[in-house]
């Protein structure tokens, strides 16, 4: 539901199969309320010549097949998409986003800080709506007794906007 030109209220569902190696197979379930917003410029992806910073505010309900218990988590994405010439060439976009426990879980959701994933790279456009950001994304996820882990990836998306 749009509530004016820069804000946006909707929700969702995910389901999740992961499958770690040496692991046991979990099945988990995502329901999410999420607020989408810009605080200037005309939106990323748009056509435009000013930089434009956006941002997301989700809260997830997650549940695990077999396991007792409901995790709440809150997600906070904040984006920049810098053009880099004039509409319709490349822009340069950062964004972070990190994910905070609102509680713990029997199936091992902890409180706190879980995990930060960012991205830098570039946005090229390739037709109306459309582009392919390629670029560097890091994740640090926190594990308990365990040592920190940060993953690195080496990112290539579509994106496609209406």
């Known amino acids: 539901m749009k509530l004016d030109r820069s804000t946006t209220v909707w929700g969702?569902?995910?389901?999740?199969?992961?499958?770690?190696?040496?692991?046991?197979?979990?099945?988990?379930?995502?329901?999410?309320?999420?607020?989408?917003w810009r605080a200037f410029g005309d939106g990323a992806g748009n056509a435009t010549t000013r930089p434009t910073l956006t941002g997301r505010t989700r809260l997830e309900q997650r549940m695990v097949e077999g396991q007792g218990g409901t995790g709440w988590r809150l997600r906070q994405l904040v984006r920049l998409d810098v053009p880099?010439?004039?509409?319709?060439?490349?822009?340069?976009?950062?964004?972070?986003?990190?994910?905070v426990g609102l509680n713990r879980t029997g199936w091992g959701q902890k409180s706190g800080f879980d995990?930060?994933?960012g991205f830098a790279g570039l946005a090229l456009p390739?037709?109306?709506?459309i582009s392919v950001e390629a670029g560097y994304?890091?994740?640090?996820?926190s594990r308990p007794a365990r040592e920190d882990r940060m993953n690195h990836i080496a990112s290539l998306s579509l994106i496609i906007r209406r």
Request: hydrophobic share 30%; net charge positive; no cysteine.
């Open 137 to 141: 994304s890091g994740q640090y996820v």
């Open 126 to 129: 390739v037709g109306k709506g």
């Open 115 to 117: 995990q930060l994933r």
């Open 84 to 99: 880099l010439g004039k509409p319709g060439t490349p822009q340069a976009v950062l964004w972070a986003e990190p994910f």
């Open 12 to 36: 969702g569902y995910g389901y999740i199969r992961t499958d770690p190696q040496g692991g046991r197979v979990s099945h988990e379930h995502r329901v999410f309320e999420q607020v989408t």
